[in-house]
């Protein structure tokens, strides 16, 4: 694909990052060429949850609990969660100061929007004041939307879900608190204020994003990571990966259309700015470092620490600037899985991990985007290590950025593109429709150079390396 047709269609792309991250209805914004105008935001916000990390911190959340004056607290995980030593020092931190709490188990990885319910109808069904949720991304995700619906129970479950599938209200009533303690070193769901869900009709993924339904704390301990299965290790950093990447290559937040007529309408994801951006890099630097020694030996406690530490960077840098194609892209590819390939996972359905969804796509768009901020694509590349010169050309910037992310696929032997999950050229149609639906402004036509793109996207990714 030409520089001239990606710089056409990245002017012509709408908000600042994937559909279920976007601030709008117009997602799928990059970095774009050219200067500020009266109709562009001329302001960012810097919003994101108490962060606290340490080893051992998770035995401190009792003392949360008590100071937030709770009198009964919910304790949200997964069966598997439920065995490690972070649901067990969760649990020990809230006996130790005689808080009275009840767990709920049951959440499904990669939630759909039946899992979810069933989470909210258990928040409703008492009258919890605070939630704490000891998981993975689905894990929090899930207890955002207990927590959020529970504060509001008089709405539908759509009031709240983005568009085009949901209304996208604003809740009458504040979340009522809720402390995440992440397990996996990936979504930066303890940071954010999205909530990622399946629509298996609709074939995608939607979520909630509300700047209500950011964690008040993030307890962050590295003891909670030392046992992640490999798989998890790998998958839930390449979602790390490409939330730095997608955040730092996003449209910059002064390019951002419509202008907010109020501060309080200014959009969650604002587009890369000046304090995301560092979150991101930084985020880089330590995967670039630090990600083969986390996934080769587990018992590099330096590296594991030190990845999660790159799991809520990247999260404070995407929370607030926005992600775009690689994980719009990946809704249809994680919904429409053909079988379990991911080991280390729960064998009881479909599923392809969110982080290898992601991933999949991501030699693709960023060969695409390149041409559109290609000195945001050479920074990315030199800090994740690439002996790179600063003069380089687009197309030397392109190639060196995307054999690093081959690399890692290689090196990690995860499955080879679409085709090593299950999926045929055939298939490509049904992951563009999808596509289509949860990004409204490209048109569903026939003749729509931008469904072609994506279409095309999605046929480069059948193999990757």
Known sequence: MSASLARG????????????HAPTTNPFRMAKLHGNNKSTDYAFEMVCSTLRFGKGVTLEIGYDVRNLGAKQTLLITDKNVQNTIAFKNAEQALKMVNIDYEVFDDVLIEPSEKSMQKAIAFAKSKPFDSFIAVGGGSVIDTTKAAALYASNPEADFLDFVGPPFGKSLQPKNPMLPLIAVPTTAGTGSETTAAAIMDLPEHKCKTGIRLRCIKPYLAVVDPLNVMSMPRNVAIYSGFDVLCHALESYTALPYDQRSPRPARPEVRPVYQGSNPISDVWSREALRIIGKYFRRSVFDPSDEEARTEMLK??????????????????????????????????????????????????????????????????????????????IPNNADNEYISRTLCDQLRGFMKDFGVPNGLKGMGFEYSDIDHLTEAASHSVPNIVISPKSTDRDIISKLYEKSLTVY
């Open 310 to 387: 790159a799991s809520s960077f990247a999260g404070i840098g995407f929370g607030n600037a926005g992600v775009h194609l690689c994980h719009g892209l990946s809704y249809p590819i994680s919904s429409q899985a053909k079988g379990c390939v991911a080991h280390g996972y729960p064998q009881d359905k479909n599923l392809i991990p969110h982080g290898l969804s992601v991933m999949t796509t991501a030699v693709a768009d960023f060969e695409f985007t390149t041409a559109a901020c290609p000195d945001r694509h050479l920074v990315a590349a030199q800090t994740l290590g690439a002996d």
């Open 9 to 20: 269609m990245l002017h012509k792309m709408g908000g600042s990052c994937c559909p279920h």
